[in-house]
């Protein structure tokens, strides 16, 4: 399984981390070219690839394969 995050559009809304219901995701200090901090996913072997994440995704940068 793999959890991928397009940093190019992803705005840093942060709204993946707070719907994980597993707390896969959490936001680090990795800026994108446009300036944002994008969360990254720490505990990927946690994910239960319900796609939550990338169901609310607003910016459709997620991917859950």
Do not use: R, W
């Amino acid at each position: 399984m793999s959890i991928y995050i397009d940093e190019k559009i992803c705005k840093g809304c942060k709204l993946c981390v707070e719907i994980c219901p597993k707390k896969v995701y959490q936001v680090k200090e990795k800026v994108n070219d446009k300036g944002y901090l994008i969360p990254e996913a720490v505990n990927e072997e946690d994910c239960n690839k319900c796609k939550l994440c990338e169901l609310t995704c607003p910016d459709l940068a997620i991917f859950v394969e």
